[in-house]
């Protein structure tokens, strides 16, 4: 049970569940308030609804369908493999795993249907998944193939063991040739899909980055996380003052001059270093800059 209160007022009524709820998709929630499953005041509403403030809203959520990744037939690029681990060159617009309004195209039935088995640590919808990129960020990606080596790069990954190195192009001149951004990291309170450095109570994160080159309106950077938060490097070069290429979720205009842009922003997981989990030897991997961005960047230089 939900109480809206008055600084609620004039707000839609899915949005304001969205806030309440974030575990829950938007998409869902309206499910759920078309179904009747949500009532203001004892009494189904419309997603559309404004809140007046003072309102008891119910909800009550419908059983969620069990994740099953299932093996697809879709192309992949492996950068490294052992009895542990494979490294994967993740393309841009390729899903890791299934979730909400996404089961076909991942990167999960991709590994299921060209190694059979992954470790089930992750559970069944992301077997042998220890870490994320988003959705348009490309580059080199570890999955386990078994249990004790997952526990093991998880451990890694918590004792920030693994070197995660990313190329970013950003928009503007970046004053110094390298700078060091700790803020924690939240989800923004207005816009769900969004992550902020300028809210309280957020999750510590540590950013690292170091001019590669300098462009004409662009700076090309190499950039270092101590920490694997949500979409961190996209949020602390944007709260630099410097967003990514190309990502309009945190402040990148619309259009640049030059030629066209690719549909996607300028973030690639360029490098990974960790411990192999068996003989803890060393092992680094690295993904090629992809020959969009090379473009992007030959096209912002001339």
Do not use: C
């Amino acid at each position: 049970m939900l109480a809206a209160a008055g600084s609620e007022a004039g707000q839609r009524l899915d949005r304001f569940l969205q806030e309440q709820l974030p575990q829950y998709s938007r998409a869902r929630l309206q499910e759920w308030i078309k179904a009747g499953r949500v009532r203001v005041n004892g009494a189904a509403e419309r997603a559309s609804r404004r809140l007046r403030g003072g309102e008891v809203i119910e909800v009550e959520p419908a059983e969620l369908p069990p994740l099953r990744a299932t093996p697809e037939d879709i192309p992949l690029r492996i950068l490294y493999e052992d009895d542990d681990v494979i490294a994967v060159d993740k393309p841009a617009g390729m899903v890791v795993h299934a979730g909400a309004g996404r089961r076909t195209g991942t990167l999960v039935n991709a590994l299921l249907h060209r190694f059979g088995a992954l470790s089930r640590v992750g559970g069944e919808e992301r077997p042998g998944i220890v870490h994320r990129l988003d959705r348009q960020t490309s580059g080199v990606l570890l999955v386990a193939r078994n249990d004790a080596a997952h526990r093991r790069l998880a451990a890694q990954f918590a004792g920030r063991q693994v070197e995660k190195v990313y190329l970013a192009l950003v928009h503007g001149s970046v004053r110094q040739e390298q700078g060091r951004i700790e803020k924690p990291i939240a989800r923004d309170r207005r816009a769900r899909v969004r992550m902020s450095a300028r809210l309280s109570g957020g999750r510590a994160a540590t950013t690292e980055y170091r001019v590669l080159r300098r462009l004409a309106g662009f700076t090309l950077l190499e950039v270092r996380i101590r920490t694997g938060r949500t979409h961190q490097v996209r949020v602390h070069l944007a709260d630099l003052g410097h967003p990514v290429a190309g990502d309009r979720l945190y402040g990148a205009p619309a259009g640049v001059a030059g030629p066209p842009a690719p549909a996607r922003f300028f973030l690639h997981a360029h490098r990974i270093r960790f411990l192999q989990p068996s003989t803890g030897e060393p092992v680094t991997v690295e993904s090629p800059l992809p020959e969009e961005l090379r473009r992007w960047v030959d096209s912002a230089g001339s």
